[in-house]
């Protein structure tokens, strides 16, 4: 492991995979550790450099008092500093929306893969609450973590509470409360775009590199449709779907379809 600061002084704790092979950044989604694509990091390190970070205030990076965007995508530009750029750069879930705004921003990325990124464009799940946010705040705010991973998992990911009641008493629920702190980021980082309406035509006009759009088939069909509606944006998107996976995928089943494209870009 090794750490880079970024540009307001926070720590970025990575690892690195492998020592050959062109660079790959890997991006995390809400809640995730770098622990959490661990096996995907190595399963690709037979063909890449992988480099696998913790996103600010989760595993053994710091944080800031204050979150914006921006900080997130210098976070990312200090390791691609640090390693070299141009990289190439895989964001899963919400980690999949920063590496598109990274991108879109000047981000030094040759090649962009992304895996469902929870875009809400229609009607086949219900949008994001408008108070989405504030309200994670002031439940952060008195410290009551339970509530506000309730809120996530039954306004965010849309779940039903009884399936949430389940979820309360296994080993994963007390990783999740350690990170809580976190989803109010992820929730500004989506802001806008998890509201039952189409993804805006311009917003990441800015982003030229090949990009790959992939989802499963057996998981939300509004991933689905939002993976389609995203690779609609533009000839350098490409849009791919692997059968038999959900949000949850399989790194060994992502692994192959992540180094096809890369290498062959």
């Known amino acids: 492991m090794f750490t880079v600061l970024s540009s307001d002084g926070t720590s970025v704790a990575c690892e690195r995979y492998g020592g050959s092979g062109p660079a790959l950044v890997l991006v995390g989604g809400t809640l995730m550790p770098r622990a959490r694509h661990a096996p995907l990091a190595l399963a690709l390190s037979q063909d890449f450099t992988v480099y696998n970070y913790d996103r600010r205030g989760r595993g053994d990076s710091g944080d800031h008092p204050r979150y914006d965007v921006r900080r997130e995508i210098d976070d990312l530009d200090a390791l691609i500093e640090h390693v070299g750029g141009p990289v190439l750069l895989f964001g899963m879930s919400s980690g999949a929306v920063l590496a598109l705004e990274a991108v879109s921003r000047g981000s030094e990325v040759s090649a962009l893969a992304l895996y469902e990124p929870p875009f809400v464009v229609d009607g086949s799940r219900p949008p994001l609450p408008a108070d989405y946010v504030s309200r994670l705040d002031a439940l952060l705010a008195r410290g009551d973590t339970e509530a506000a991973l309730t809120h996530f998992l039954t306004a ?18 007390a990783a999740w409360q350690s990170v809580a702190h976190t989803l109010p980021y992820d929730g500004r980082l989506m802001a806008g775009l998890m509201s039952g309406l189409p993804l805006p035509r311009d917003r990441w006009s800015g982003v030229t590199v090949p990009v790959l759009v992939a989802h499963g088939d057996a998981g939300e069909a509004s991933m689905a ?25 399989d790194p060994h089943a992502l692994a192959p379809v992540l180094t096809a494209f890369f290498t062959g870009v």
């Open 156 to 173: 965010g990911l849309a779940m039903p509470p009884a399936a949430v009641d389940g979820m309360r008493h296994t080993p994963v629920w």
């Open 225 to 249: 449709r939002a993976a389609r509606e995203l690779a609609s944006h533009g000839d350098n998107y490409t849009l791919r779907t692997l059968p038999g996976q959900t949000h949850d995928v």
